[in-house]
């Protein structure tokens, strides 16, 4: 079985939760009741929605989000009582700085400073970094490139020396959407400092070979998101987003993992339902049998820290 070569463990991420009507609390169940073991959430910080908002073709999302620090202090809490309460591993936190604006740079530093400290406190390594002002609304300069590569490099080196990898991640609406930009970024990251999270699911949707990709710069990925799409590639606003259950897209799965296990992977992957097309408890069920079915996969393959056995 393809699960016998399998050395990755693969966690849900709580997007399916947070843009639904549940409670964190009723996806930590979930994950736990269909095998997974780990998990990935969006930090849910200011600059997280504020980036979303200015940037993302997602239709009008209102003014500002205005948090508490006590919105963010027990959303930070209930990361931790997933493991308490439902033996989960926090694997990452996804983060969404403008990288470039000289203004709010030294904030966003602080904040991944933090966060990387907290996730290292519940036993994570990866802090996720998409963000920055995508090329539609401000050309890419070479200028542009080597600033954002040098913040990149910056808080990769500060997370690196506490034990946690960032990863950036290409996608939609970001600073780096598409594999010709993700090219012209990459010779200008050190591979030890900074690491890239692929996502087939973005990487189609704006045209790119995401198989191809992997294999590219397999050597360099620290982190995998699995998640499908269907839709035309290149297109403007919401149809764009046109994200997907496992299997229901275009994404050729079974050759990304076929990458990753030829390769002997040893990173996190997860998968990230961001359709709301069914019950947020229902497609976590649903992925848990794609993935065995389909893939071939485990959630905890034999072997790991995490083996239930």
Not at 131 to 146: E, I, W
Not at 161 to 168: D, E, M, T, W
């Amino acid at each position: 079985m393809t699960s016998d070569r399998q050395r990755f463990e693969v966690g849900f991420a709580m997007n399916t939760w947070d843009f639904g009507p549940d409670p964190l609390d009723a996806g930590f169940a979930a994950i736990r009741e269909n095998g997974f073991r780990c998990f990935e959430a969006l930090l849910g910080d200011t600059m997280t929605w504020d980036q979303a908002r200015l940037y993302h073709q997602v239709g009008d999302l209102g003014l500002p989000t205005v948090l508490r620090d006590y919105d963010l202090l027990c959303r930070l809490s209930a990361f931790s009582r997933a493991d308490t309460e439902f033996g989960l591993r926090l694997s990452s936190l996804y983060v969404n700085p403008h990288w470039i604006e000289p203004r709010l740079w030294p904030v966003e530093l602080d904040m991944i400073r933090a966060v990387a400290r907290f996730i290292r406190g519940c036993g994570g390594q990866v802090i996720v970094g998409g963000g920055g002002p995508p090329a539609r609304v401000r050309r890419h300069t070479p200028d542009d490139y080597r600033a954002f590569a040098s913040a990149l490099r910056l808080a990769g080196e500060e997370t690196a020396a506490i034990g946690v990898q960032l990863v950036y991640h290409p996608h939609l609406d970001c600073f780096i959407e598409s594999r010709e930009e993700l090219d012209q970024l990459m010779p200008l990251l050190n591979g030890a400092e900074v690491g890239l999270c692929l996502d087939p699911a973005h990487l189609q949707a704006t045209g790119g070979d995401p198989v191809d990709t992997l294999k590219t710069y397999v050597e360099r990925v620290g982190h995998v998101h699995l998640k499908d799409w269907k839709g035309d590639s290149g297109a403007e606003g919401q149809e764009r987003y046109a994200f997907k259950t496992l299997g229901d897209g275009d994404v050729d799965l079974a050759g990304l993992v076929a990458v990753l296990l030829d390769e002997e992977y040893t990173g996190d992957v997860i998968i990230e339902i961001d359709s709301l097309d069914v019950p947020a408890a229902s497609s976590c069920r649903e992925a848990r049998v794609y993935l065995e079915d389909r893939l071939g996969l485990v959630p905890v393959p034999v072997g790991t820290t995490a083996d239930p056995s």
